[in-house]
């Protein structure tokens, strides 16, 4: 062959050769990218795994086993045992397991972009000690779940890595403005009207097993003591038979108007209302009341100033949670895309 036509064909395989090495690494992300990405030793082995491979995630993978292991988890924390293993909980398992997964590794792999987390990991280290009686059974404590001191370190340092970049990703919406708060306040205010209330007391006398006429009859006596002037609160504590309020002179406490409240037959808030600060001998289906009210607090719907602290609170859970959530969604879609993420299920 013609030396120059050689020279031409070298440089025609070395420039296709470097292409697909570009389009590999930083393109599709395929061979040489799976063997030179960190965490690509892990690739197929799991120690003490042998279950089948159903995700990579950067070349770790995440088994069947991991899998049944978180769901059964997920499913003990909800109080729902029995949906261990349906396909949705598995789904759910299989998610939270790349997400963990990806968060794990982008912590791990990107250390420049964090502040030193080690000595608040050193704090939390010594407040986890303090509560064991010695240093001994602390380490004890570790060991029995497959842990030294350095490595459990290492765990807290990267959870708190972990827990900057989920702050960090959702650092644009944690900023709500004045406009935001007074839009959310028009959303919510009707619910949270304060229904009427009243502060109630009783002095209260059973019927069960007794005959309803004779302890009516020891309830108006009772009656025509506290109209004569007698101290209510007083009475009360000498004779009233609910035991949770006689200790307090009889106060109910502020009872609101709902179907809720204690005493819901009795006429508390409609027109037939008891009177304020007026003994009233009240029957109902456990017995005999006296029962005395205070003024009627009308239903009142709070100002924004009032609520501003909480509602700024839930207004940014809410947000935090959905910038994660779609934080979390572009990784994934990212990940699939690109191929870092692997999906083996049949």
Not at 188 to 200: G, I, N, Q, T, Y
Request: include cysteine; aromatic fraction near 8%.
């Amino acid at each position: 062959m013609n030396p120059i036509k050689f020279l031409v064909v070298k440089i025609f395989l070395f420039a296709a050769f470097l292409v697909y090495l570009i389009g590999d690494l930083y393109i599709w992300h395929g061979f040489v990218f799976q063997h030179l990405e960190p965490g690509s030793k892990d690739l197929q082995t799991h120690l003490g795994d042998a279950s089948p491979v159903r995700v990579e995630v950067f070349g770790e993978s995440i088994t069947e086993n991991q899998i049944a292991r978180r769901a059964a988890e997920l499913a003990q924390v909800s109080g729902k045992k029995e949906l261990a293993q349906t396909a949705v909980q598995r789904g759910i398992a299989r998610a939270d397991l790349i997400r963990s997964a990806i968060l794990r590794i982008k912590a791990r792999y990107n250390d420049r972009e964090f502040p030193n987390l080690r000595g608040n990991a050193e704090r939390e280290l010594q407040r986890e000690e303090s509560r064991f009686e010695s240093p001994a059974l602390f380490e004890a404590a570790l060991k029995s779940q497959g842990f030294t001191r350095e490595a459990w370190l290492d765990r807290l340092e990267t959870r708190l890595k972990e827990e900057f970049l989920l702050r960090r990703a959702a650092a644009h919406a944690l900023q709500i403005t004045d406009d935001e708060l007074k839009t959310g306040y028009e959303l919510v205010k009707d619910e949270l009207a304060v229904p009427p209330s009243r502060e109630c007391s009783q002095i209260f006398f059973s019927t069960l097993n007794r005959d309803p006429e004779t302890v009516k009859a020891h309830a108006e006596t009772l009656l025509r003591r506290l109209v004569s002037g007698e101290d209510y609160e007083t009475l009360a504590g000498a004779f009233s038979e609910d035991e949770r309020s006689r200790t307090a002179g009889g106060r109910l406490g502020l009872v609101f108007d709902s179907p809720r409240r204690p005493l819901p037959e009795l006429p508390l808030f409609d027109i037939k209302a008891v009177p304020e600060n007026t003994p009233v001998l009240l029957r109902s289906r456990w017995g005999w009341h006296l029962i005395k009210a205070s003024p009627i607090i009308p239903s009142r719907v709070p100002s924004l100033d009032e609520i501003e602290p909480s509602l700024r609170s839930a207004i940014l859970s809410a947000r935090q949670e959905l910038a994660t959530r779609t934080h979390f969604n572009t990784l994934l879609r990212e990940g699939f895309f690109k191929k870092t993420i692997r999906n083996h299920d049949q």
